[in-house]
């Protein structure tokens, strides 16, 4: 079964999931594999494999969803995540937004942030550049 298959058959219903909203856009439901108690996705009903493939109005009502469903589920410290393309992690191609509770250390998502150093004026010229596509 492909992605888009996969996410047609949740959002008709015809795969069982543990729904925590929906509406003509949006589906949320619980992770099967969860990495803590509480994890959840929120998908667009609008087939896209990464985030720039969705129309605008397809995502307006994401962040509000995200943003209730991580106050509903009640925990002190979360993670918001979406992931596009392989080597950012995407194992399934069907834009999909995690609310990731971190109740403790080994529990929750667990990320390192390998920051460097930065040459201001290669900054500069970067943020010159992507201004201007923007």
């Known amino acids: 079964m492909t992605d888009l ?8 219903g015809d795969i069982p999931s543990f729904k925590l909203f929906e509406s003509e856009r949006i589906l949320a439901f619980l992770d099967i594999q969860p990495l803590s108690q509480g994890h959840a996705l929120v998908v667009p009903k609008h087939h896209g494999a990464k985030l720039t493939d969705i129309p605008d109005a397809q995502l307006e009502e994401i962040l509000p969803v995200v943003k209730r469903l ?9 993670n918001i995540l979406q992931n596009n ?6 194992e399934v191609d069907h834009v999909h937004f995690h609310v990731i509770p971190k109740p403790n250390e080994q529990e929750g ?20 550049e992507i201004k201007a596509k923007m």
Do not use: F, S, V
């Open 109 to 128: 998502l667990g990320i390192g942030w390998p920051a460097t150093k930065t040459d201001m004026d290669k900054l500069k010229q970067l943020l010159t």
């Open 85 to 90: 393309g392989r080597l950012a992690h995407q």
């Open 70 to 78: 991580a106050a509903a589920i009640g925990a002190e410290n979360y």
């Open 5 to 12: 298959q996969l996410t047609a058959r949740l959002c008709e």
